[in-house]
């Protein structure tokens, strides 16, 4: 493995949008305290003879400076992307940085579904009055025209289709892009997948989303890793990253939140859903190596935590066989549901989050762990001052990921 100095790739910048709340201060006050969003859903296009339960934001607010031509003509998923990405460009100082060296990579593919199911709907008689402008809003790449139109970005942009670690995957992207020297500074988003009732419907079917056992009680359906799970509850969310090397953070004079010091990417080969224990295991203890730790060093772990019948339990063996049950251990999606795409990248700002307020939040609906001997946080937030902390995505389709992130203050106070 190639020698990487692990403080030499750092977080500048984020930006985050949820159904707890729309940037930073609203959504760690959100996650600390528990608070949720979860109820039958109502956005159009969501339910068809049904009664599918997640959390949905209640509206976006637009900073000043978005351009209201873009918005006008940009999707659900691209206007809480603009929105994001505003926050975390705002935050790491990036207004005057050379747009040139400046790259972007959304993580998501196909995240436009309920929007194209309403226009199938509505013109399925009319073919001929379909808005030509729909020639590239349904292309995964007018995400990223539209953000680097409104942001002047012309170092490189793509997405980076991982399913459900499709934003712990971009992160990967963009610490490799940076590190190549392809662009000084890199920004992961996280798209939000707009799913409608086919995904819904779909993926009831294959036993990943919750049934109706919670129907007359939305707040109890989302409990991963509690031995009444059922299911994930999808949670609409977008989330941003500014990456960079230290030298061009220094020159700018931008405070970093952390440093990503390792990581780790490994397929399956297999189509199916199911999560594999070798796979899993194989990208912590990758990730681990590349930065320099043991899995003593590890002291908060952000798991992927669905609530699946055995993605859950496969993960806590895999975490096991890591020498990892010891470190504090959390679910960010009990508060603020699956994000699918945009999972990864909305957990790791949790993590870095939690870090800077040197709390942990609790997990919702976590009275009955299936592995009790872990270092749970329940229902309380709890004070714990992070060193180095490991967030793990898996997505089907095979896609295991995993990154370790150091605070650096901590970690170099102590050396």
């Given amino acids: 493995m190639t020698k990487y100095n692990p403080s030499e790739v750092l977080v500048t910048g984020v930006g985050v949008t949820a159904a707890i709340g729309q940037g930073k201060e609203a959504f760690v006050s959100s996650l600390l305290s528990g608070e949720h969003a979860f109820d039958v859903m109502q956005r159009p296009?969501?339910?068809?003879?049904?009664?599918?339960?997640?959390?949905?934001?209640p509206s976006l607010s637009y900073p000043e400076r978005l351009s209201k031509k873009l918005l006008r003509k940009a999707s659900f998923s691209s206007r809480a992307a603009l929105v994001t990405l505003s926050e975390a460009w705002e935050e790491a100082k990036l207004d005057g940085a050379d747009s040139a060296r400046i790259g972007l990579i959304a993580g998501g593919s196909n995240f436009q579904q309920r929007e194209t199911l309403q226009l199938f709907e509505n013109y399925k008689d009319r073919s001929g009055f379909i808005s030509p402008a729909y020639g590239l809003s349904f292309m995964d790449s007018d995400l990223c025209g539209l953000c680097t139109d409104q942001f002047g970005i012309t170092g490189l942009a793509y997405t980076a289709g991982g399913a459900s670690a499709s934003g712990q995957l971009a992160v990967i992207q963009a610490i490799q892009q940076v590190l190549s020297g392809e662009v000084d500074i890199c920004i992961a988003l996280g798209a939000l997948m707009d799913i409608s009732y086919m995904e819904c419907e779909a993926l009831r079917a294959l036993g990943a989303m919750g049934t109706d056992k919670y129907a007359e009680e939305p707040d109890k359906a989302c409990r991963?890793?509690?031995?009444?799970?059922?299911?994930?509850?999808?949670?609409?969310?977008?989330?941003?990253?500014?990456?960079?090397?230290?030298?061009?953070?220094?020159?700018?004079?931008?405070?970093p939140y952390a440093a990503l010091s390792g990581w780790s990417i490994k397929i399956d080969g297999n189509r199916n859903p199911d999560p594999s224990l070798e796979g899993e295991i194989h990208v912590v203890q990758k990730a681990l190596e590349r930065a320099g730790l043991s899995p003593e060093d590890i002291d908060y772990i952000n798991p992927h935590g669905?609530?699946?019948?055995?993605?859950?339990?496969?993960?806590?063996?895999?975490?096991?066989?890591?020498?990892?049950?010891?470190?504090?251990?959390?679910?960010?999606?009990?508060?603020?549901?699956?994000?699918?795409s945009a999972a990864g990248t909305v957990e790791m700002i949790s993590v870095l989050l939690q870090m800077k307020e040197s709390r942990l939040h609790p997990s919702r609906n976590l009275h009955d762990p299936i592995d009790p001997s872990f270092h749970w946080v329940k229902d309380q937030s709890i004070s714990h001052n992070i060193k180095n902390a490991l967030s793990l995505s898996m997505g089907f389709g095979g896609m295991n990921t995993a990154v370790c992130i150091q605070n650096i203050e901590k970690c170099e106070g102590e050396s």
């Fill in 45 to 57: 296009g969501r339910q068809k003879d049904s009664r599918f339960i997640g959390a949905e934001i």
């Fill in 224 to 255: 991963p890793f509690d031995q009444n799970r059922d299911g994930f509850i999808y949670g609409e969310s977008c989330g941003a990253l500014v990456i960079e090397r230290k030298d061009t953070a220094v020159r700018r004079g931008v405070k």
């Fill in 306 to 340: 669905t609530g699946s019948f055995i993605g859950d339990e496969i993960e806590l063996k895999a975490l096991h066989a890591c020498g990892l049950s010891h470190a504090y251990i959390n679910a960010t999606k009990s508060i603020t549901g699956h994000g699918l």
